[in-house]
């Protein structure tokens, strides 16, 4: 097990930020990670994914373990279903091609996504409509004290609008090592519906010209995504910095009195979701900068990094968002990003 001292992660983390580790040592199989939590056994570790939905407010004062098992395995093929395994490892986007590719359905609309498959059951990630919970069966979990390896299912992960069980109270209990999805096998399936209402996927199908598709809806998401979010090895960012806040529906409907033009989308029956971007956008924050700390001038969600931003300038301008929403609408925004204190 190689470890290094005053390791920067500058180029482990989207956002770019400029920060180091006390220690880091990389992992790719599980009996690497089971030796390295054993190690540090005294120490609160920080286990490192893709790097992709955090910012580093300081440097890391602890152990930094980088989960980098690869690998994905078809376990069976039951009637019209494959169920599908990925190691944490792995990169999203690019698992989601490899489905595409075998024409496994199901999370094609989850399209680039940045981030591993480790850590996409922390987040329940989703996208135009889907979320991992809709073809998520289980994920291998390691118990970080001891070592123990287990199977977390569907109900047992409390999966929620960007939340599970893993950001509540298994919160540094667990590292996850594998997921285990049901996809829909379309070389034995030809009705299946593909999820295309949702945002500007419809206008996008008709844009490329070409025949609906589990194919043609990741490439329209893809070209929906790169038209609207920055590319991390462009400009750091970690996509969509917050959450899109869940409202009353009574509340609601006094705001449009005041804002008639303010945009929602039906959760259940007493609530609605609000776009946080248009909410951002409205407050006049879209292409503002604070230093090297900004809004993405065309996706007001995204929190940028210009160059040499801290994670303390990024947090600070974040701050300041909530403030003025919070002020304007009566609407609380909270960060889906993960901020990491040490």
Avoid at 193 to 201: D, E, M, N, P, V
Avoid at 308 to 319: F, P, S
Wanted: glycine residues 8%.
């Amino acid at each position: 097990m190689e470890i290094r001292s005053h390791f920067s992660l500058k180029e482990h983390n989207t956002f770019g930020i400029s920060a180091f580790a006390k220690a880091y040592t990389s992992v790719s199989t599980i009996q690497q990670l089971k030796e390295a939590l054993a190690y540090y056994h005294n120490e609160e570790v920080f286990l490192l994914g893709g790097g992709s939905n955090m910012l580093l407010l300081n440097n890391i004062e602890r152990p930094v373990v980088h989960v980098n098992i690869k690998g994905i395995n078809l376990l069976k093929q039951e009637n019209q279903h494959v169920y599908i395994t990925a190691m944490a490892g792995e990169n999203w986007h690019d698992f989601v091609i490899f489905c595409i590719e075998n024409n496994w359905a199901g999370i094609e609309n989850m399209a680039l996504i940045p981030g591993n498959v480790g850590t996409s059951p922390i987040q329940n990630i989703g996208a135009y409509g889907v979320e991992l919970k809709d073809t998520f069966v289980s994920c291998t979990v390691m118990n970080i004290k001891t070592g123990d390896v287990t199977t977390l299912h569907l109900e047992d992960c409390k999966f929620g609008y960007r939340d599970s069980i893993f950001k509540n109270e298994a919160l540094g209990k667990y590292v996850i090592t594998s997921v285990t999805f049901k996809l829909t096998n379309l070389s034995k399936k030809n009705e299946y519906q593909l999820k295309t209402s949702y945002g500007a996927i419809k206008d996008e199908l008709e844009n490329l010209q070409i025949e609906p598709s589990i194919q043609a809806v990741a490439q329209a998401v893809i070209n929906i995504r790169s038209s609207k979010l920055p590319d991390p090895k462009v400009i750091g960012n970690s996509g969509s910095f917050f959450k899109n806040p869940i409202i009353e529906k009574s509340y609601y409907e006094d705001l449009i009195r005041m804002h008639p033009s303010i945009p929602h989308y039906p959760v259940n029956e007493k609530q609605v979701k609000v776009p946080a971007g248009w909410l951002i956008d409205q407050c006049g924050f879209k292409g503002k900068r604070r230093g090297d700390a900004g809004v993405h001038d065309k996706q007001a969600l995204v929190l940028v990094n210009h160059g040499n931003a801290t994670g303390q300038e990024i947090i600070a301008l974040a701050k300041e968002i909530q403030a003025m929403v919070q002020d304007r609408y009566g609407i609380t925004i909270e960060t889906e990003v993960n901020l990491i204190q040490n």
